[in-house]
């Protein structure tokens, strides 16, 4: 605590208005809002975490850091990232990797599920802000040759803006050490974890005093010297971070499983009866246009289904996440009535264009084209129109069986 003290001391710690820790703090006021009100730190606030939202949390904080931390080992000596670089104290990799060994085992890399919002968070961290890579090596050597551009404005451009790390960085550092204690504790009570284990991420034993540490580091940030072009980007940044971390707090991986109850057990249910009328009514043989109805791998259907509904059964949510997923599972009906529905005004178009380019055609090469020649025609089109429509009604059959097979 003494060294945090005189760290503090010696930089001289003066806040204006002008200084980046307040502008961030300024512009990125709206959005932390925002973040205090998603599900996820909602359900903190109430004591109300569950295993599965703390180990998916998990999860998406190692792929976070992940990026971000490989970044900043990288851009280390970069003078936007020298001065707020502080791996001893900061680095989250080895409690968040001890952490999920915890909850998953040794395997724990096979087992994490990594929400799409947190993919989305580690490629901009990697998009913007790394040093070539092997694609754009390729880039830059392909204009050096082909362009009179020098290569180090090649360079300067393909390299982004490390400015940016500043923003993430002090972003999750800072939030995660202001809220850690609390959010530790918190998570330990509601998931009866014991002698810390699992608790790792919100531990900083490097810093002896959160307080005076954020001090220093808002120094230290503010202390870099940026261009207006620069700040603005950073401040930018700023934004977009605490806008991905709201995406990660608000997604809902869960709602999958009603998407997949509803697709899979219906298309399992029906796709027998539904594979025979179709094969039947269409003259199909050996089975040809017909693998969308087979599941070789599942001998038994009934006896499937049973152990799909157990496993779905056995998923632990909050009260909040079983209504979630229940309103998808009415949205996910209501999606393949749509797509249905579409089909239909879309065979329409198609039967009404088809009719008048026979109709042209045909009044073109045999002006003179009997009336009974005409019903010819009209009779093969309509016998055509039956058939798409007789596929467009089994596969209404199939959406809608849905409800009768599967639930």
Request: contains cysteine.
């Amino acid at each position: 605590m003494e060294a945090d003290k005189q760290n503090v001391q010696t930089e001289k710690v003066q806040v204006t208005e002008r200084d980046l820790s307040e502008q961030i703090k300024a512009v990125t006021k709206d959005s932390h809002v925002r973040a205090e009100n998603t599900e996820l730190m909602l359900a903190f606030q109430k004591a109300n975490i569950s295993l599965h939202q703390y180990k998916l949390l998990l999860c998406s904080l190692y792929k976070i850091y992940e990026a971000l931390e490989e970044e900043l080992d990288r851009n280390a000596s970069h003078e936007s990232v020298a001065p707020i670089y502080f791996p001893q104290e900061l680095a989250r990799m080895e409690a968040l990797k001890k952490d999920l060994e915890h909850f998953y085992g040794q395997d724990w890399r096979e087992k994490m599920t990594v929400p799409a919002a947190t993919l989305r968070y580690a490629q901009r961290l990697r998009e913007v802000l790394g040093p070539l890579r092997a694609s754009e090596r390729y880039l830059f050597l392909h204009y050096a040759c082909t362009t009179s551009v020098a290569p180090f404005n090649l360079h300067y451009k393909l390299c982004e803006h490390p400015e940016y790390l500043v923003a993430h960085a002090y972003t999750r550092y800072l939030g995660d050490l202001s809220g850690g204690q609390i959010l530790g504790r918190i998570t330990q009570k509601s998931l009866g974890l014991k002698n810390g284990e699992g608790l790792g991420f919100f531990s900083f034993p490097a810093v002896s005093s959160p307080n005076l540490f954020k001090q220093l580091y808002r120094s230290r940030m503010n202390s870099i010297e940026l261009t207006e072009t620069q700040r603005a980007g950073v401040l930018e940044e700023a934004v977009r971070a605490f806008e991905f971390n709201i995406q990660i707090g608000s997604e809902h991986p869960e709602y999958l499983v009603a998407h997949a109850y509803t697709r899979y057990l219906g298309d399992l249910s029906g796709g027998q009866i539904l594979g025979r009328i179709t094969q039947k009514s269409l003259g199909l043989k050996n089975g040809e246009g017909l693998g969308f109805f087979s599941f070789p791998a599942v001998s038994s259907p009934n006896l499937f289904k049973q152990l799909y509904r157990s496993r779905m059964n056995s998923i632990e949510l909050t009260e909040t996440q079983r209504a979630g997923v229940l309103e998808e599972a009415v949205r996910a009906f209501e999606f393949n009535i749509q797509v249905f529905e579409e089909l239909q005004t879309l065979l329409n178009m198609s039967e009404k264009n088809e009719l008048r380019q026979r109709h042209k055609t045909h009044d073109v090469k045999t002006p003179d084209i009997s009336v009974s020649q005409r019903s010819a025609v009209t009779s093969s089109l309509t016998s055509g129109s039956q058939l798409l429509r007789m596929l467009l009604g089994l596969c209404f059959a199939l959406a809608l069986g849905m409800g009768v097979y599967a639930f």
